[in-house]
């Protein structure tokens, strides 16, 4: 489809004719970033036309001759749109030329079409600066802090997922795909061998469940007691890569927007690859590694499950007391119960899937020769308050924004009420829980 393709298609469709050619294309790319969950449980044919519809927005895209099965499988158009780029900040370290492209596009205004003479009138937006675009992002970032699921533990009712937290909104459609396709990088690296030894582990899929592939940066972690005789740890004597310069740049994301305290900068962390059917089995988290401790997913969502008496069933399949949705995107936040009274698990998940958990070592427990990354030293978070909505204001207008904080989250609720002695069974499939009410999850059988 060319551009006079486009504007045939914008005469046909008066929702279109209020929109500039560049914000159908941003909301070509962003629509195609989601097709993949758009799609989900249609047919294919629905799915065709679905697809076929955002990519006409975009004439390059309709133009590309890629068949519609590739769309749905291959990441997205790198290029970003201005609604990603507007945080100017280490995560969008584009050229010169790129940047100004989309400052441009953010001071542009949209056109408004003028019957009478067929002549586009320019409405400039309001200019932001990069402080108050942050701010805003900022503020938009979705916090969840009420988990709760209350077992027996030595005679007490306890809440198990105190501590646990959960964040939505730190990273961007663009900055999602740029750590997925870095990590896509450091895995063909491993391949290659160009990383160190105990830095890139691949091992063979023996069974279900069994074999994703693991990335390690700052120390290498033993899971279990090796052939040398080493218990479960950091081990202090193998040496791995640092941390690559966007892994900093995400911690200090991290800890500037109040997902980590300043107190606890992680030095280290694990990339996971999942394939369908991998996952992890239940565990608590080594003590070589202070707390909290944070996990981001990408790719797909999966439920991780909790539970102080979690149980094998089979082959990525779990009996526990409640499980919580992973969104594309989302942080989660372990410390406290959460960390160190619940085990943690996932069950086989049902597509691919990233995960880059970042901990902070054990001053005692880190490798010999160890130095703390000096880019990594006096973050600071930023002068915001997260729990309060904000008010903005931009070159001098006396319009004020006010953004509703704590949302609803799909899924994300507490446990249903449930039989005291009964234990659930989480197979490696993914399911949203419905949001009709606050639910808490009570399990006396221990």
Same mark, same amino acid.
């Given at each position: 489809?060319?551009?006079?393709d486009?504007?045939?298609?914008?005469?046909?469709?008066?929702?279109?004719?209020?929109?500039?050619?560049?914000?159908?294309?941003?909301?070509?790319?962003?629509?195609?970033?989601?097709?993949?969950?758009?799609?989900?449980?249609?047919?294919?044919n629905?799915?065709?036309?679905?697809?076929d519809r955002?990519?006409?927005?975009?004439?390059?895209s309709?133009?590309?001759?890629?068949?519609?099965?590739?769309?749905?499988?291959?990441?997205?158009?790198?290029?970003?749109?201005?609604a990603?780029?507007?945080?100017?900040?280490?995560l969008?370290?584009?050229?010169?030329?790129?940047?100004?492209?989309?400052?441009k596009?953010?001071?542009?205004?949209?056109?408004?079409?003028?019957?009478? @003479?067929?002549?586009?009138?320019?409405?400039?937006?309001?200019?932001?600066?990069?402080?108050?675009?942050?701010?805003?992002?900022?503020?938009?970032?979705?916090?969840?802090?009420?988990?709760?699921?209350?077992?027996?533990?030595?005679?007490?009712?306890?809440?198990?997922l105190?501590?646990?937290?959960?964040?939505?909104g730190?990273?961007s459609?663009?900055?999602?795909?740029?750590?997925?396709?870095?990590?896509?990088?450091?895995?063909?690296?491993?391949?290659?061998?160009?990383?160190?030894?105990?830095?890139?582990?691949?091992?063979?899929?023996?069974?279900?469940?069994?074999?994703?592939?693991?990335?390690?940066?700052?120390?290498?972690?033993?899971?279990?007691?090796?052939?040398?005789?080493?218990?479960?740890?950091?081990?202090?004597?193998?040496?791995?890569?640092?941390?690559?310069?966007?892994?900093?740049?995400?911690?200090?994301?991290?800890?500037?927007?109040?997902?980590?305290?300043?107190?606890?900068?992680?030095?280290?962390?694990?990339?996971?690859?999942?394939?369908?059917?991998?996952?992890?089995p239940?565990?608590?988290?080594?003590?070589?590694?202070?707390?909290?401790?944070?996990?981001?997913?990408?790719?797909? +969502?999966?439920?991780?499950?909790?539970g @102080?008496?979690?149980?094998?069933?089979?082959?990525?399949?779990f009996?526990?007391?409640?499980?919580?949705?992973?969104?594309?995107? @989302?942080?989660?936040?372990?410390?406290?119960?959460?960390?160190?009274?619940?085990?943690?698990?996932?069950?086989?998940?049902?597509?691919?899937?990233?995960?880059?958990?970042?901990?902070?070592m054990?001053?005692?427990?880190?490798?010999?020769?160890?130095?703390? +990354?000096?880019?990594?030293?006096?973050?600071?978070p930023?002068?915001y308050?997260?729990e309060?909505?904000?008010?903005?204001?931009?070159?001098?207008?006396?319009?004020?924004?006010?953004?509703r904080?704590?949302?609803?989250?799909?899924?994300?609720?507490?446990?249903?009420?449930?039989?005291?002695?009964?234990?659930?069974?989480?197979?490696?499939?993914?399911?949203?829980?419905?949001?009709?009410?606050?639910?808490?999850?009570?399990?006396?059988?221990?």
């Open positions: 489809m060319n551009n006079n486009l504007n045939r298609v914008k005469k046909e469709d008066p929702f279109l004719i209020q929109y500039q050619s560049s914000e159908l294309r941003i909301a070509s790319e962003f629509l195609t970033t989601w097709l993949p969950f758009l799609c989900r449980d249609l047919c294919h629905c799915s065709k036309t679905l697809s955002i990519h006409s927005l975009n004439p390059a309709a133009s590309s001759g890629l068949a519609f099965e590739s769309h749905l499988a291959e990441t997205p158009s790198p290029r970003m749109s201005w990603d780029m507007a945080q100017e900040d280490e969008e370290e584009e050229g010169e030329e790129e940047q100004r492209k989309v400052n596009q953010v001071n542009d205004g949209v056109n408004v079409l003028k019957e009478e @003479s067929s002549v586009s009138k320019v409405v400039q937006k309001p200019m932001l600066s990069r402080e108050e675009r942050e701010h805003m992002r900022f503020m938009h970032v979705r916090r969840k802090k009420d988990f709760i699921c209350l077992e027996k533990i030595k005679g007490k009712i306890v809440n198990i105190a501590g646990l937290e959960l964040h939505e730190i990273f459609a663009a900055e999602q795909k740029r750590i997925v396709d870095f990590v896509h990088t450091l895995n063909e690296m491993g391949t290659k061998g160009e990383l160190k030894e105990k830095t890139y582990s691949a091992p063979k899929k023996w069974m279900r469940g069994k074999g994703r592939i693991t990335i390690q940066f700052g120390c290498c972690y033993n899971y279990a007691t090796d052939k040398n005789g080493n218990p479960p740890g950091i081990l202090q004597n193998e040496p791995v890569d640092p941390l690559p310069h966007l892994f900093k740049v995400i911690i200090r994301r991290l800890v500037k927007w109040h997902v980590l305290p300043p107190t606890c900068v992680p030095d280290s962390c694990i990339v996971n690859i999942y394939e369908e059917g991998d996952c992890i239940p565990h608590i988290d080594n003590h070589d590694f202070v707390r909290p401790f944070c996990t981001v997913s990408f790719l797909s +969502e999966c439920n991780i499950v909790f @102080s008496n979690l149980k094998v069933v089979g082959a990525g399949e009996a526990g007391s409640i499980p919580i949705a992973l969104p594309v995107g @989302s942080v989660l936040v372990l410390n406290g119960n959460a960390a160190d009274v619940a085990k943690h698990c996932v069950p086989a998940v049902p597509t691919k899937r990233i995960s880059i958990t970042f901990r902070k054990d001053e005692s427990k880190r490798p010999f020769g160890f130095v703390p +990354e000096p880019d990594l030293q006096g973050i600071q930023l002068p308050d997260a309060k909505p904000k008010i903005f204001k931009s070159d001098g207008l006396a319009k004020k924004q006010r953004v904080r704590e949302p609803k989250m799909d899924g994300r609720e507490h446990g249903e009420r449930s039989d005291a002695r009964s234990q659930h069974h989480y197979p490696g499939r993914y399911q949203r829980r419905p949001t009709d009410k606050p639910r808490v999850r009570v399990n006396l059988g221990n």
